[in-house]
């Protein structure tokens, strides 16, 4: 719907999770990516583990599947509101005020329940 993707969730240790999660994807994509010498003993002993590796990987694939659904929500939203902007000048214009405000409330709780979900 609307082009969002359905995010791969990884299936991953809780350890290696909170790892991903405390370094970040720009550290997890340099590691997956080089072989530079990290100060920290969890990120350099991934190197000699395969399945840490992997399990980086399909941790950064959902991250991008989140990031890419986050931002086309937040397309989506943006073009709501400039059609809903256009839409109340024009009404606005020819005069038809009650019917701006009915349609203010229906469009209002439907994206702000767009936004709350993430």
Not at 14 to 37: C, N, P
Not at 66 to 85: C, D, G, P, Y
Request: contains cysteine.
């Amino acid at each position: 719907m609307f082009g969002f993707r359905s995010v791969r969730h990884a299936k991953i240790p809780k350890a290696h999770w909170d790892i991903f999660e405390r370094y970040g994807e720009s550290v997890m994509q340099l590691m997956i990516a080089s072989s530079h010498t990290p100060r920290a003993g969890e990120l350099s002993k991934m190197y000699a583990n395969e399945a840490m590796i992997e399990d980086a990987a399909r941790w950064l694939t959902e991250q991008a599947d989140r990031k890419a659904n986050h931002e086309r929500r937040m397309t989506f939203v943006a073009w709501l509101i400039l059609v809903f902007a256009v839409v109340g000048v024009i009404l606005v214009a020819i005069g038809e005020w009650p019917l701006l405000k009915g349609l203010f409330l229906c469009l209002s709780s439907w994206v702000s329940s767009l936004v709350q979900f993430r």
